[in-house]
């Protein structure tokens, strides 16, 4: 297959969006991460860019309604970012879950907030609020599946004894067997 003049220009020229990547960037191949330390020293970002960016990440998100006084604004933006670090994100990928579920949870508590002032009889924001609240419950899901803490659930289907053998039908806990009174009467006798 001919490459067309176009697909030569691109396969020789790296994309590029604004500036050229830094060399130090560039010269690792594609598949290969690089650390945060790495990237800050080659980009020339301080932590306090990184933080600052974070901080407003977070703000951006928080509906922050005109009229509101500087210190309410900023103690709605410090519990945000309260609330993003008691997730703890340990990747990319928990830190960007995390900044959605403080955007769900800011906006479900605009909209009871909303209900509240207006007390609208056909519950819509109610509705909403109820909405984001499921999917809010989906993203904590998301996380702890992400984390490996998801509830794991084994179901046997089909079970073959063969000959001499022995099978328990029904459900089995884990945990202390059962003492008995004497052998003869096998009764169980609860600790």
């Known amino acids: 297959m001919k490459k067309t003049s176009r697909q030569k220009k691109a396969a020789e020229s790296p994309k590029t969006f604004g500036a050229a990547a830094p060399a130090a960037l560039t010269s690792s191949p594609a598949h290969e991460f690089i650390s945060d330390q790495h990237a800050r020293e080659v980009l020339g970002v301080t932590d306090n860019d990184v933080l600052a960016r974070r901080v407003n990440d977070v703000a951006n998100l928080l509906y922050l309604r005109a009229g509101m006084d500087e210190a309410e604004r900023?103690?709605?933006?410090?519990?945000?970012?309260?609330?993003?670090?008691?997730?703890?994100?340990?990747?990319?990928?928990e830190g960007m879950l995390a900044e959605q579920m403080i955007a769900t949870h800011a906006t479900i508590q605009e909209c009871l907030r909303r209900a509240k002032l207006s007390?609208?009889?056909?519950d819509?924001?109610?509705?909403?609020?109820?909405?984001?609240?499921?999917l809010y419950i989906k993203q904590l899901g998301a996380l702890d599946k992400?984390?490996?803490?998801?509830q794991q659930k084994v179901i046997v289907e089909h079970v073959h004894v063969e000959a001499g053998g022995?099978?328990?039908?029904?459900?089995?806990?884990?945990?202390?067997?059962?003492v008995y009174q004497n052998d003869s009467s096998k009764t169980a006798k609860t600790r």
Request: no cysteine; aromatic share 4%.
């Open 119 to 122: 007390k609208q009889t056909d």
């Open 74 to 93: 900023n103690a709605r933006v410090a519990r945000a970012i309260e609330l993003y670090n008691s997730i703890a994100p340990a990747d990319g990928l």
């Open 146 to 150: 992400y984390r490996g803490r998801g």
């Open 166 to 178: 022995q099978a328990i039908v029904g459900q089995v806990t884990t945990g202390q067997p059962p």
């Open 124 to 134: 819509r924001t109610i509705k909403q609020a109820e909405k984001l609240m499921s």
